[in-house]
Nanobody, 118 residues
Framework: QVQLVESGGGLVQAGGSLRLSCAAS????????MGWYRQAPGKQRELVAG???????NYADSVKGRFTISRDNAKNTVYLQMNSLKPEDTAVYYC????????????WGQGTQVTVSS
């Protein structure tokens, strides 16, 4: 089992910044990839940003240039720096890990609420 604990969400005004953290219960250097997803009310969960074992990153078009995903292997933590926030970024943000344990398994955190006021 892998536990993922997100933190850093909150209420911020449009144009502001937040940094989300996702702490893993195992060494993230052993995790194939990690990603941040979000789900707004009435909408499907969507990928926001991902980072692979090799460090390559990918972003949703809607957040490119504003969000940055990074990781700190020493702290077993992945971050999502969110700048220039918009009201449409309001959602519950989830951390996901893809782990190879004989077969590929996926783990999710409990989510953290991000609310951007206009």
């Amino acid at each position: 089992q892998v536990q993922l604990v997100e933190s850093g969400g909150g209420l911020v005004q449009a144009g502001g910044s937040l940094r989300l953290s996702c702490a893993a219960s195992i060494s993230i250097s052993s995790i194939n990839s990690m990603g941040w997803y979000r789900q707004a009310p009435g909408k499907q969960r969507e990928l926001v940003a991902g980072i692979s074992y090799s460090g390559s990153t990918n972003y949703a078009d809607s957040v490119k240039g504003r969000f940055t995903i990074s990781r700190d292997n020493a702290k077993n933590t992945v971050y999502l720096q969110m700048n220039s926030l918009k009201p449409e970024d309001t959602a519950v943000y989830y951390c996901k890990a893809e782990v190879f344990q004989g077969l590929v398994r996926y783990y999710w955190g409990q989510g953290t609420q991000v609310t951007v006021s206009s």
